[in-house]
């Protein structure tokens, strides 16, 4: 097995998974396409896991700043937004090595998306989300959009 298939396709630039699929009667490509979404299914559980974390901390620091930020961000964070914001980001993972086990024709695929994506994406996604229905201004959106973007970053 190549190493990246054993670690599970830990990516040091950013997030991935292996995933595999077992031999398919339906061929090769419906073999390929099952593992790839297996592997973006839980690249999408692993980004959800750091947005809720990034969001926590970020509504957490805001509080602890002793200003408005952090009532204002629980208010607009619901528990959708963590899953919407992980489907987002995972439209910049990509395949980017494929494996065939010899033994029993199980499918490997290792699916990544660089960190400098996922922070971009997460934050871009967070801002919108505190940003609707919000009567801030912008210089205090702007305080706002650097604490997103530690958080963010902090939690990849």
Known sequence: QPEWVQNLGR???GIGYAA???KSPLGTNTQLNQA?????NELARQIEIGVKNAISQTIEQSREAG????NIAASQFNADDSR???NQTLAGSRPIK???DPKNDELWVWVVIDKKNVIARVSESMRKALRKGSKLHNEKLEIMDK???KEANNAF
């Open 36 to 40: 790839t979404m297996n592997a973006r």
């Open 11 to 13: 990516y040091g630039k």
């Open 20 to 22: 595999s699929a077992p």
């Open 147 to 149: 604490i997103v973007d």
């Open 98 to 100: 494929q494996w065939k």
């Open 84 to 86: 919407q914001i992980a």
């Open 67 to 70: 200003n408005e930020f952090g």
